[in-house]
């Protein structure tokens, strides 16, 4: 799941010239002039826009006002709420460039809001109703998550219904 978020191409606008980069193992990325648009792997454009040579071309990092107007919907309302399109990868592009000192804060807010989303999956998935409604508002990455805890839950009632003997 991590190596796909940071496999996904994302498109760059280069702020600066960039000489070649060698990567390693015969591989380099480079160069770029300023104002190209690059498509790169996230792991790759987020060395970039770290290095302040370039920043995300349509998709602006998540801010903390995002980050907080997400945790006060998640916490006000009983269902899951849709996340903006991107919002992990451009969470990720956001701490990069989020100061040093201000990190707990952002980490945080973060912590709190992935709580709540987790309590809202495992309960959809303990009531293990594989529909599509239930999943619309998940990143695909909670989806992994709920259909791992949904399969689980579901052997673990067989096992136990069985063991009762309540089949």
């Known amino acids: 799941m991590l190596f796909q978020l940071e496999e996904q191409d994302v498109q760059i606008v280069m702020l600066k010239p960039t000489p070649k980069i060698d990567l390693g193992e015969d591989e380099a990325i480079g160069p770029f002039n300023e104002g190209e648009i690059v498509t790169l792997p996230a792991w790759q454009a ?3 826009v770290k290095a302040g040579l370039a920043k995300l071309k349509n998709d602006e990092p ?4 995002e980050l907080y107007s997400c945790l006060w919907k998640e916490e006000r309302q009983t269902a899951l709420q849709p996340l903006p399109e991107n919002f992990l990868l451009r969470l990720r592009f956001f701490i990069e460039t ?3 000192d201000e990190k707990k804060k952002l980490a945080s807010a973060f912590r709190d809001l992935v709580c709540r989303r987790l309590e809202k999956v495992a309960k959809v998935a303990v009531r293990a109703r594989q529909n599509v409604k239930a999943t619309e508002n998940m990143l695909p990455e909670e989806k992994v998550l709920y259909s791992e805890l949904a399969s689980n839950i579901n052997e673990w009632l067989k096992v136990l219904h069985k063991f009762l003997n309540i089949e």
Do not use: G, R, T
Request: glycine share 0%; aromatic share 10%.
């Open 62 to 65: 998540v801010n903390l006002a």
């Open 46 to 48: 987020l060395h970039l």
């Open 98 to 100: 989020f100061p040093e």
